[in-house]
């Protein structure tokens, strides 16, 4: 008879609004993962990208927001799970409360950071589609490369391309982001 295993506390959204502020962490499944402080790289590449939705954003005008990380999104209360994409664009105001986005963002862009790159592939891939998130890019700065999913239909397209590449954000029609002209 195999001996009894404990079991990992589950994490309640009280306990993780009280985590010190300069703590950063994710919940998933009710069970918290910490997070290592972003590169160089890392916070560059965030900063290009963010600019740039920020700039189309502008022009466009309308009710989306970009909002760059920490900013927590709470993605489901059972089993609890709250993230903090690198980038999250929001176009439904009603999912903010002043503390997070409550529900799926429309687009997520994370950044791969070298001490765990399957969080970004498999777990919040998986997370990120099953919640309702429209489209989610992965940027690796090891690879030099992106991986687009548009996940709106429910056999979810992917697509991969360089540093060298122009990329249309799905969501619309007129916006592409030339990662030549980022500078990387």
Same mark, same amino acid.
């Given at each position: 008879?195999?001996?009894?295993?404990?079991?990992? /506390?589950?994490?309640?959204? +009280? /306990?993780?609004? !009280?985590?010190? +502020? @300069?703590?950063?962490?994710?919940?998933?499944? #009710?069970?918290? =993962?910490?997070?290592?402080?972003?590169?160089?790289?890392?916070?560059?590449?965030?900063?290009?990208?963010?600019?740039?939705?920020? @700039?189309?954003?502008?022009?466009? #005008?309308?009710?989306?927001?970009?909002?760059?990380?920490?900013?927590?999104?709470?993605?489901?209360?059972?089993?609890?799970?709250?993230?903090?994409?690198? *980038?999250?664009?929001?176009?439904?105001?009603?999912?903010?409360?002043?503390?997070?986005?409550? #529900?799926?963002? $429309? &687009?997520?862009?994370?950044?791969?950071?070298? #001490?765990?790159?399957?969080? $970004?592939? %498999?777990?919040?891939?998986?997370?990120?589609?099953? !919640?309702?998130?429209? +489209?989610?890019?992965?940027?690796?700065?090891?690879?030099?490369?992106?991986?687009?999913?548009? *996940?709106?239909?429910?056999?979810?397209?992917? !697509?991969? =391309?360089? &540093?060298?590449?122009? %990329?249309? !954000?799905? %969501?619309?029609?007129? &916006?592409?982001?030339? &990662?030549?002209?980022?500078?990387?």
């Amino acid at each position: 008879m195999p001996a009894l295993q404990p079991q990992p /506390q589950i994490t309640t959204l +009280e /306990q993780y609004e !009280a985590l010190p +502020e @300069n703590v950063r962490a994710e919940v998933f499944d #009710g069970q918290i =993962y910490y997070m290592a402080s972003p590169s160089q790289i890392h916070q560059t590449i965030l900063t290009e990208l963010l600019v740039s939705i920020r @700039n189309y954003l502008r022009k466009k #005008g309308g009710d989306c927001q970009v909002f760059p990380a920490p900013f927590d999104v709470k993605l489901s209360d059972r089993p609890l799970n709250i993230v903090q994409p690198d *980038l999250m664009v929001v176009c439904d105001k009603d999912k903010l409360d002043g503390k997070r986005c409550n #529900g799926a963002p $429309d &687009f997520i862009i994370e950044i791969v950071s070298p #001490g765990n790159p399957s969080d $970004d592939y %498999i777990r919040k891939l998986y997370h990120y589609q099953n !919640a309702g998130v429209r +489209e989610y890019w992965i940027v690796d700065p090891r690879t030099e490369k992106v991986i687009v999913y548009h *996940l709106e239909q429910p056999d979810f397209q992917m !697509a991969s =391309y360089t &540093f060298q590449d122009k %990329i249309q !954000a799905n %969501i619309w029609e007129d &916006f592409w982001i030339d &990662f030549q002209e980022l500078g990387l």
